[in-house]
């Protein structure tokens, strides 16, 4: 490949964060540099905690200027400075699709959600149908149009951000794990059209996929505040044995979850309630049945928002043995958090019923019941997150078990030494999205459910993570069903692979 | 897809109206319920409201926003006559008047008042697009950046909403084993055991249920505020060149339509309270 004159050129970048309380300042990036040439794709890989999003976040302008932070160095798009810019003033030179789709939806259509940013730029109204509509076709989005964006599921908002992304057509696309929580045709999708449109792109990611290989000029890996090129070719067996080294793609054959018996991490999982607690206790051999659900037939009210709506779940028989792990896969908005919600009693079936074990039984299963009984990691971290510190985080669920303070501390220990988290006293506002999706699964664990559901764990955090979350989670007596759009993943961890079509289980 | 109810869009006249006209009839109706009028006269106005909202947003919604204001209502119920003892006196103990005629007015008049400012932003809020709103704003003349503060306000309170909803579910899944015990205890009345709170009533222990959640609300909205400045930088605001708008509000025969509509309701409002002070 004929390296062009670079486009993007970033040159002994270094960044430090201030001083939070209970979290020392942090140098982050200590002279990185990078050449991008113009309409080149690039993937930059780096593991949770490594800055891809303060890296992205200081392309476009925002940090230091929302951070705080220190920051030296040069960046140059083309003949631009972009660190003596402010962010609304770089609109047509870099565009940025955040890793947390819900900070960036402002509006309450998904065409104005699309408009506003070609309205700041103050480009007329048929220009702005014509892009509005090449976007949403581009994104398979056109029957959202006049939807409320915070009706769409996680990858549909994602799908809108490219969207407003291809509407504006910045010479620079920044995709900040975009490629996460969006399915397979999608992501597809998405890379043949950066490959069409020729626009210089660098793709941040926890993991390697496969669809890059076709796709992207270059990859760099980042790792303790430098960036490296990868000079093997793509797609070569070196190449996949570097990655696979560094954590960026799964190695199934040596997983240690897979095909064995699970057993429980040393130490032994908090399983003891407190005396006279009413939690649902399982205690099931490996193999027994842990839940069923028959005839569940689910559908949303039709005043609920969704015009036209014609979705329903249906899910004829589901059954969660003790010892397993079940994935599920499925199309962005095809029912996998809708039946999450239901197996944890979030959501109620208009028919059909939900059985746990209990007393050595089976026995029908209501909302409350399910409530003890299932563990759910929301897709959204942060909305299950809202303690000032780590520790009264991890401790808010065990003081309303009445566990002594002393044995508290331990556990929590414990679970902060499992999911490597930072200190007890540190804010979880100010951790990475990979951190917080780790304290978010700490929490659950500590409260140590029969069955857990993670939505989408897999999404901001690397393979050997999600690998480690999943195998914390695998217990003899436990069931564990993760969702996720990675089929690699869902192969390698999961016993078995379900997968939903419009509502339907196949 | 995870549809909520705050998404919702009508169709209806009220939804499909000028915002322009909303914007202007919400201030004649928000100051007919602060002028010092004729009990019977407010409570009309309010009827008028009230029949609104009910056909335009369905009783549900309208129940479940009254129950909302009412513990504050009957706060205001309790608290009103004590300080408003002229008049024939209705109730009193040893000679000193608790119940006036003129306190039980004036408690009503103020929860009129409240629920029909309550009812008149419900309506305003659930019928009217927030994109809309900021078009109409700054038909008003407003700078485009107060337009979209007030609009981002406004889109914020069924944000809330959607967050509090969500936070109650983490809550409730969190803290599951707590609640069911506690549910128990209400359920069953049991006694309270040594070195354990009391186990309060229903409709306390749903109180006490809600200020956790609350907080978690709060604290989750306030971190929201640095990401929503940064989404609106890297959309282009705070840029000097003009904005152009996708949307445009409605012109000719619709607008003389709605603007008549709008100058009928107001003159009436402005001709009862005249014609019946």
Known sequence: MILQEPDLTIENLCFSYPEYPGLPARRLFDGLDLELAEASIAVLLARPDQGKTTLCRTLVGLVPRFSGGSVEGRVRLGSVELLEHQPFDLLEQVGL?????????????????????????????PEIEARLEDALRAMSLERYRKESPKNLSGGEKKKLLVACLIAVNPQLWLLDETLEELDSDTKTALLRLLKERRRTTLILSAKWHELFRDYVDRVFLMEE??????????????????????????????????????QPRSPQPPSDQAPGSKAVKADPGKGDT?????????????????????????????????????????????????????????????????????????????????NRFTGYLFQDPDLQIFLPTIFEELALGLEHLHIETEEIRRRVDQ??????????????????????????????????????????????LGVNDFAEMVRVFQNPGRALLFITHDHRLAQGLADEVLELKNGRLR | ??????????????????????????????????????????????????????????????????RLILPILVLVLILTPPFHREGPVLFSIRSVPILTVFGLVEALRLIVRFTGITLIFYLFMGTTDPDSLVLAFRWFRLPFSVSMVL?????????????????????????????????????????????????RGKRGHRLAESIPILTSVLILSVRRIPTLAMALECRGVGRKNRRSSFHSLKTGAPMIRDGLITALIAATVVFSIVLFP
């Open chain 1, 97 to 125: 699709v955040f890793q947390h789709p819900g900070e960036q939806l402002l509006l309450s259509r998904c065409d104005s959600e699309i408009a506003f940013a070609l309205e700041s730029l103050g480009i007329s109204r």
């Open chain 1, 225 to 262: 505040g430098k960036i490296q090129k990868i000079h093997e070719p793509v797609g070569s067996s070196e190449f996949h044995d570097l990655l696979r080294r560094r954590g960026f793609i799964l190695p199934i054959e040596e997983l240690p979850c897979r095909g064995a018996t699970p």
């Open chain 1, 290 to 370: 842990l839940l069923e659900a028959a005839e569940l037939f689910f559908r949303y009210e039709p005043d609920s928002g969704r015009e036209g709506s014609t979705f329903s779940l249906k899910i004829a028989k589901l059954t969660l043995q003790a010892g397993s792990t079940l994935a599920l896969l499925g199309d962005n908005g095809s029912g996998k958090s809708t039946l999450g919600r239901i197996l944890c009693g979030l959501l109620t079936p208009k028919m059909g019923a939900i059985k746990i074990r209990k007393n050595g039984r089976l026995q029908q299963a209501t909302e409350d019941i399910l």
């Open chain 1, 415 to 460: 679970a902060i030494s499992l999911f490597n988290l930072p200190v007890t006293d540190c804010p979880p506002s100010l951790m990475s999205y990979g951190a917080r999706k780790r304290l978010q699964a700490a929490v659950y664990y500590l409260l140590d459910r029969p069955l857990m559901i993670i939505d989408e764990g897999d999404s901001g």
């Open chain 2, 1 to 66: 897809m995870i549809p909520t109810v705050y998404g919702k869009r009508g169709l209806s006249a009220v939804h499909c109206f000028d915002p322009r006209g909303k914007i202007i009839l919400l201030g004649v109706f928000l100051v007919t319920f602060f002028l010092p009028l004729r009990i019977g006269h407010l409570g009309i106005h309010l009827a008028a409201v009230a029949v609104l909202t009910v056909v335009f947003l369905g009783i549900g919604n309208v129940l479940r926003t009254l």
């Open chain 2, 151 to 199: 609009s981002i306000a406004l889109e914020y309170i069924p944000t809330i909403r959607i967050i509090y909803d969500q936070v109650r579910d983490a809550h409730r899944l969190r803290l599951a084993d707590e609640t069911m015990e506690a549910r128990q205890a209400v359920n069953s009345g049991r006694t309270r055991e040594k070195g354990k709170s009391k186990p």
